[in-house]
């Protein structure tokens, strides 16, 4: 059983940055695909980011590349989502979550992240505009 757990969120204004931290325990980590969701206020939880087990595939969703940077440190068992130049629209609360083996590819497609194993308890980022 995989234990995560987020942490980082915070407040910030427009246009500035936050680094999202997910430190895992429990589990073998490069076993495990690693992603980010986010779940705005009256909406559905949605694929942001991921990363492959091996770290060498990284996805982001459309609105997020070139701000959003997804990264993983095997040696300390911890994903990382760099957040740059946020918007008022990136406010959520944002979950990590991990599959073994999984394709990140595929949260492309079922963006509301049906397919992980296990997730963490979120981290809520809210941008002032």
């Known amino acids: 059983q995989m234990q995560l757990v987020e942490s980082g969120g915070g407040l910030v204004q427009a246009g500035g940055s936050l680094n999202l931290s997910c430190a895992a325990s429990?589990?073998?980590?490069?076993?495990?695909?690693m992603a980010w969701f986010r779940q705005a206020p009256g909406r559905e939880r949605d694929f942001v980011a991921a990363i492959r087990f091996d770290g060498d595939v990284a996805v982001h969703e459309d609105s997020v590349k070139g701000r959003f940077t997804i990264s993983r440190d095997d040696a300390r068992n911890t994903v990382y989502l760099q957040m740059n130049n946020l918007k008022p629209e990136d406010t959520a609360v944002y979950y990590c979550?991990?599959?073994?083996?999984?394709?990140?590819?595929?949260?492309?497609?079922?963006?509301?992240?049906?397919?992980?194993?296990?997730w963490g308890k979120g981290t809520l980022v809210t941008v002032s505009s």
């Open positions: 429990g589990g073998t980590f490069t076993h495990y695909t």
């Open positions: 979550a991990s599959e073994v083996f999984g394709n990140p590819h595929s949260y492309l497609k079922t963006a509301n992240g049906a397919t992980m194993d296990f």
